[in-house]
């Protein structure tokens, strides 16, 4: 079974910088889109980057040029390095996965369980 775990949240003053880790794991042969979406509390999910297996990429507009995201197919594993933190920018911050081709099936969506990023002073 395809599961998600994502790593790196924490607190961190406004200014700081975090890199969040998901990493996917199970009898996976490919998948299509990586992406990152946060929650804020009283807020819907929304779109934070995704990048897809060749590499192009689409950001919210609230994180453009502040946030950046990677992924290493080999390891099945996406970043989101993320600069210049706001406090606006605190949420839970989830990974999905997109178009998963395992052994379970073929264009299956996944998602993990949340990091939470806090900026605060």
């Known amino acids: 079974q395809v599961q998600l775990v994502e790593s790196g949240g924490g607190l961190v003053q406004p200014g700081g910088s975090l890199k969040l880790s998901c990493a996917a794991s199970?009898?996976?042969?490919?998948?299509?889109?990586m992406a990152w979406y946060r929650q804020a509390p009283g807020k819907e999910r929304e779109l934070v980057a995704l990048i897809r297996r060749r590499g192009s990429t689409n950001y919210g507009d609230s994180v453009k040029d502040r946030f950046t995201i990677s992924r290493d197919n080999a390891r099945n594993t996406v970043y989101l390095q993320m600069n210049s933190l706001e406090p606006t920018d605190t949420a839970v911050y989830y990974c999905?996965?997109?178009?998963?081709?395992?052994?379970?099936?073929?264009?299956?969506?996944?998602w993990g369980k949340g990091t939470l990023v806090t900026v605060s002073s």
């Open positions: 999905g996965a997109h178009g998963v081709v395992s052994i379970d099936g073929a264009g299956m969506d996944y």
């Open positions: 199970g009898s996976i042969f490919s998948i299509n889109t």
